[in-house]
């Protein structure tokens, strides 16, 4: 019989080149450099999905407060008074215009949002920049609006019954409150919480999870 064939030592062959045995597995395409470094690109942490977190405690704590509004606004209304502008410039014409219009308003309005977003962040950095921009965030995030709007109407049904129910219900939902009874005015009441809890909570913060402010300022805009 001939003799076995003798199997490559991959350690020995790397102890013969002077070298170590990973150095044999690499190359180009893997994240590391020839002294076994991780590359620079790769050190760096996405911080998306803590800004979503941090935007999401921040809001939860302060929420948007009255004095800041009543100072400058608010990035809604800022976005809304872009829209208004240009709809008053390009809502005329043939139908087919309006709807091309249409189409380019929605895209200067995402655009203008996110790139002043983008600016914004990019301006801001460090821990204290982390936490100016995971406020402004929380702008864009409304769970706490939207718990106090009902917890209103709770304690509306409460202490004064039907009539206070009905009264507070109308600030958040479309429909007359006026025929609606007891379990109506509640039912109303979550419906609203539901339905804005997905444009108003998740969406924004899962955009600001995948791309950070500019995302959420963007789908905002869009919304």
Not at 67 to 94: C, D, F, M, Q, T
Not at 196 to 216: E, K, Q, R, T
Request: with cysteine; aromatic share 4%; glycine share 10%.
């Amino acid at each position: 019989m001939g003799a076995r064939p003798r199997v490559p030592n991959a350690v020995a062959e790397a102890r013969a080149c002077c070298c170590r045995p990973a150095d044999l597995f690499q190359d180009d395409r893997r994240p590391w450099v020839g002294d076994g470094a991780p590359r620079a690109e790769y050190e760096a942490v996405d911080m998306d999905i803590p800004l979503a977190l941090a935007a999401m405690v921040a809001e939860m704590l302060t929420g948007y407060p009255g004095s800041l509004y009543r100072r400058v606004g608010h990035p809604v209304v800022w976005i809304g008074a872009l829209i208004r502008a240009l709809e008053v410039k390009l809502n005329r014409g043939s139908d087919r215009r309006r709807r091309i219009a249409g189409a380019v308003a929605l895209a200067v309005t995402a655009v203008a949002a996110g790139a002043a977003a983008a600016g914004l962040a990019a301006s801001l950095t460090g821990a204290a920049g982390f936490l100016v921009v995971a406020c402004i965030g929380g702008s864009l995030v409304a769970q706490r609006s939207l718990a106090e709007h009902v917890r209103r109407v709770a304690d509306a049904l409460d202490r004064g019954g039907l009539t206070s129910g009905r009264a507070a219900v109308a600030h958040i939902v479309g429909r007359d409150p006026e025929s609606l009874d007891m379990a109506g005015v509640s039912r109303a009441a979550v419906e609203s919480l539901a339905e804005n809890f997905s444009d108003g909570v998740v969406a924004p913060v899962l955009w600001m999870a995948v791309g950070g402010l500019p995302a959420a300022a963007a789908y905002k805009a869009i919304n």
